[in-house]
């Protein structure tokens, strides 16, 4: 992506990263969007957040040109998961299966509201994703 794309995009947006050294497309991690800045796109990788959560979870700086945009957004646990929910697959089945209340206080402190994940959607149906 260029730079200008990669400055629009959103904290909590899915891209995908392929390595400078990347050998085939298959060869790409997932990731979301931390913050961007004029030369990096910071994201935090999935399988990283998946063990940790957001808050947990350090964001890697990489090059607007080796990061895709993709149609999705974070999902996942903001502090580590408790084990007991570890095979939940999103928020949303979190959230019936009664998730500590702490869990939606991070989420709103770290800016993932419902608002924001509107403005999620209606960028990406900017873009055509």
Known sequence: ?????????????????ASPTATS?????????????????????????????WINTTSQACRHEDVT????????????????????????EAMTKGVKPEETVLREKEGFTFEHMFKIFEHQDEKGL
């Open 1 to 17: 992506m260029n730079k200008a794309e990669a400055l629009g995009m959103l904290k909590f947006e899915e891209v995908k990263y």
């Open 25 to 53: 497309e298959k060869d790409y991690e997932i990731g979301f969007v931390s913050s961007v800045n004029d030369n990096y796109i910071h994201i935090k990788f999935k399988t990283q957040l998946d063990k940790l959560g």
């Open 69 to 92: 945009a993709v149609k999705g957004y974070y999902n996942g646990f903001m502090n580590t998961p408790d084990p007991k929910y570890m095979n939940i697959k999103s928020w949303g």
